[in-house]
């Protein structure tokens, strides 16, 4: 089955500066590629999302990059505020199980 | 995803007991899920169903069980067979097995005392 790795586990940047987090997948045919942020004790929220068929998509200041052919992506929050700080879950599908395969999360923590 | 609902949001079970956890949703979505979360694991999947009277086993099914009798509703039962089932429990939701986002409801945190 699908294996999705997730770095850092943990995050802390200072308000303004940008976040990296990055997943890599394994299996080839996965094609869709969500990611989740998930305040303490409520429910994971989409944020963004990719298909296979883009490298890049941007909503505002965050944005998701796939490289298909090193099959890893990697989510990019920029100008960072204290309300980022979540925990953000990265997850992989595949067209045939319908099934989401996701990351470990990284905790971000941004200090005002 | 405020059309997802989980009910209730703390239980506490004793040792030997059954559990029902409910889940329904009124978005109209054919695909509906349950996963647990444990600290530092993510989300692991237990049982899908795609249509109703139709579930699937996910990666974590022993000492879980379900039923699909309407296409709004997805009780998880855990039974005592679940050797530990201390965690946080969310149902998700679909449109269809061609569409692949999914909603999650806002969770039940289930502790066994």
Redesign the interface.
Known sequence: ?ENVE?HP?TLSVQEGDSAVIKCTYSDSASN?F?W?KQEL??????II?IRSNVGEKKDQRIAVTLNKTAKHFSLHITETQPEDSAVY?CAA?T?TG???Y????TSLTVIP | ?GGITQSPKYLFRKEGQNVTLSCEQNLNHD?MYWYRQDP??????IY?S?IVNDFQK??IAEGYSVSREKKESFPLTVTSAQKNPTAFY?CAS?RG??V????????TRLTVL
Do not use: E, I, M, V
Request: hydrophobic share 20%; glycine share 20%; no cysteine.
């Open positions: 089955g997730q586990s869709y969500p989740y004790g409520k429910r994971p929220q989409l999302d879950f599908s067209n319908n099934q989401f996701f990351g470990t999360g | 995803d695909a530092g694991q993510g989300l692991r999947l899908y795609q996910g990666d969310l679909s097995p061609w692949d986002t999914q909603y999650f409801g806002p969770g």
